[in-house]
């Protein structure tokens, strides 16, 4: 439902109001007012970074390894 007051009203934001999304979804209208100003979407444009690491950092980079999951060889 989160998803849904969101995109509906990043859509059509006149018609989608917080009164209108309160009335649709039976939830207070400061609810609605707190998912739209503390939430987004994310979308293909949206940069996600791990905490603590800067721009250039791909997700689990350092985490996982393609050798972990090579077999160990005996010596």
Do not use: C
Request: no cysteine.
């Amino acid at each position: 439902m989160l998803v849904d007051i969101i995109y509906n009203h990043q859509i059509n934001p006149q018609h989608w109001n917080v009164e209108n999304l309160a009335a649709e979804t039976r939830l207070r209208e400061s609810d609605v007012e707190m998912f739209l100003k503390n939430f987004d979407l994310i979308n293909e444009h949206s940069n996600i970074f791990i905490e603590g690491q800067g721009p250039n950092a791909i997700a689990g980079e350092e985490q996982f390894s393609p050798v972990d999951d090579m077999p160990k060889q005996i010596s």
